[in-house]
């Protein structure tokens, strides 16, 4: 095996195995919020009495998790709305990292990260505006 496919396989596997414990946690934490009925608090929200732009993300992916479409999106739209694009972005990032091992941001990923940063101001303060 050449250097090259065995930096490959070796980053293929790093790669996996932070998956895997990403989605063990997910797991995890889903099984408690189904015993308990219990989720992480926003302390934005403990504080403010107002909705961060991430409020309702862990229940709207207990209600993905669920297949209830229309709930996970009114616990959070914003989030399900991008959620499809996170995921696809996910993958492309995890493809530049096992096949280039290429771990830089271009230009129009930097931009990107703006762009979603001030559309998740801008959606915080009118959920909070209209009571979304």
Known sequence: MDKETAGKKARSFRLAKIISILLAAGLVYYVFVTLTGLYIPCVFRLITGWK??????????????????????????????????????????????????????????NTAAAVVVVIAVIFGIVRNLTGI
């Open 52 to 109: 961060c732009p991430g409020c309702g993300v862990s229940h709207m992916l207990v209600a993905l998790l669920r297949l209830d479409f229309k709930g996970a999106f009114s616990e959070n739209p914003f989030a399900f709305l991008l959620l499809p694009f996170l995921i696809g972005y996910g993958i492309y990032r995890a493809l530049r990292y096992i096949l280039r091992n290429d771990r830089t941001y271009k230009r129009w990923e």
